[in-house]
């Protein structure tokens, strides 16, 4: 599986962006799929995850209400609403495919990764 996330950009604080993610190579209509972003010198973390239906969807505590996730499981894409963007939502986004159609938020249940996508809020 091969996924190519899109969609970042440069914008003021109080801003949206919609992420964009697109798998390739095999279907992910049956895996979880999840955002996880990685600040400079941090550790790559945990943003939301959907299983493989949409019927579950799970948030990290730092984003629970400003930011949507979504998907189109026969398209193999996968959306990242992100509303009220802050200056500390500033990191590389990746999309990744889960081993399994549960969504979770451990970064080891996820095999397939993407390149990342930079976004940037300033204050």
């Known amino acids: 599986v091969q996924l190519q996330a899109s969609g970042g950009g440069l914008v003021q604080a109080g801003a949206s962006l919609r992420l964009f993610c697109a798998a390739s190579?095999?279907?992910?209509?049956?895996?979880?799929m999840g955002w996880f972003r990685q600040a400079p010198g941090k550790e790559r973390e945990f943003v939301a995850t959907?299983?493989?239906?949409?019927?579950?969807?799970l948030y990290a505590d730092s984003v629970k209400g400003r930011f949507t996730i979504s998907r189109d499981r026969f398209k193999g894409t996968v959306f990242l609403q992100m509303n009220s963007l802050q200056p500390e939502d500033t990191a590389v986004y990746f999309c990744?495919?889960?081993?399994?159609?549960?969504?979770?938020?451990?970064?080891?249940?996820?095999?397939?990764w993407g390149r990342g996508t930079q976004v940037t809020v300033s204050s």
């Open positions: 990744a495919a889960g081993r399994s159609s549960i969504a979770g938020s451990d970064i080891n249940q996820y095999a397939y």
């Open positions: 190579g095999r279907t992910t209509s049956n895996n979880a």
């Open positions: 959907i299983s493989w239906n949409g019927g579950n969807k």
